[in-house]
């Protein structure tokens, strides 16, 4: 079964503005991932963020996640074009089986 | 490296034929993964091997689906016999070790079955 759920299901902005989806699960976890999935290709990830972290970055990507709230946002600053995809949270309880959400379409309006 | 291989790219086939999925995987990885991504159900995790053995395969949707995992650098996903509402894109992933590792996807087999 499922365990991230992504918020909102679909978001469009305008290049260079802000981005911010958020992934909410059910039980307690080890990790939590995000990926992100170009049209008609495989995921590619993008950053993992452990139980016991709050905060992470990678380059225009910021990820926090509370664990009492059972939630998790991602922010992309800056948005370009390119960064139109579908974005994906993925939880685990075992460390190596990973449930994935139903994802978060952005689209970047040039 | 020439990441996640999979094969065919597209498959086309028709109700009651068997389909056989591959996948190779990066070299020095121990996990493998089987997903099938529809609209209507987003990502699902089928089954997933460490180390060439099969670990869960609850997600394996019924016993026309069966995986195995000959080698370190080879996966078969089998549907035999096919149905309609097995069309999906089928992805492949493999991670580096048994815990806490990103997977890399392979870029995925659309199935199509009429």
């Known amino acids: 079964s499922q365990q991230g759920e992504e918020d909102p299901q679909a978001l469009s902005i305008q290049e260079g503005e802000n981005a911010t989806m958020n992934c909410s699960y059910k039980t307690s976890i080890n990790n939590l991932q995000w990926y992100r999935q170009n049209s008609g290709r495989g995921l590619v990830h993008l950053i993992l963020?452990?139980?016991?972290?709050r905060e992470k970055h990678s380059g225009r990507l910021r990820v926090t996640l509370d664990t009492s709230k059972k939630s998790s946002s991602l922010l992309i600053t800056a948005s370009r074009a390119a960064d139109t995809a579908s974005y994906f949270c993925a939880t685990d309880r075992t460390g190596n089986q990973f449930y994935f959400g139903t994802g978060t379409s952005l689209t970047v309006i040039p | 490296d020439a990441g996640v291989i999979q094969s065919p790219r597209h498959e086309v086939t028709e109700m009651g034929q068997e389909v056989t999925l591959r996948c190779k995987p990066i070299s020095g990885h121990n996990s493998l993964f089987w997903y099938r991504q529809t609209m209507m159900r987003g990502l699902e995790l089928l089954i997933y091997f460490n180390n060439n053995v099969p670990i869960d395969d609850s997600g394996m949707p019924e016993d026309r689906f069966s995986a195995k995992m000959p080698n370190a650098s080879f996966s078969t996903l089998k549907i035999q016999p096919s149905e309609p509402r097995d069309s999906a894109v089928y992805f492949c992933?493999?991670?580096?070790?048994?815990?806490?590792?990103?997977?890399?996807f392979g870029p995925g087999t659309r199935l199509t079955v009429l």
């Open positions: 992933a493999s991670s580096l070790s048994w815990a806490y590792n990103e997977q890399f």
């Open positions: 963020i452990r139980s016991n972290e």
